[in-house]
């Protein structure tokens, strides 16, 4: 399953700046853990039932982020 999403790139305004782009990274990853938390036993069933997306595997499950370091500034640059 191999789709070409560079259409995606004219959704996202040219203007942003680093920081608003980490925070709509941010926002996009919580929407990514909502949909695994309500849909992931589904999900993972589709997979394992779905040859072509079983070779396309890594593009569905995210790798486990580091914790937050609660004493780390919010600025990232």
């Known amino acids: 399953m191999t789709h070409d999403h560079n259409w995606l790139r004219y959704f996202v305004p040219r203007d942003w700046s680093g920081r608003q782009g980490l925070a709509a990274v941010e926002f996009l990853n919580q929407a990514i853990d ?23 595997l890594h593009r569905f499950i995210r790798p486990e982020m580091p ?3 609660p004493e780390e500034d919010d600025n990232p640059f």
């Open 67 to 69: 914790p937050e370091d």
């Open 34 to 56: 909502a949909v695994w938390a309500i849909h992931g036993e589904a999900m993972v069933h589709e997979i394992g039932e779905e040859p072509s997306l079983r070779d396309d």
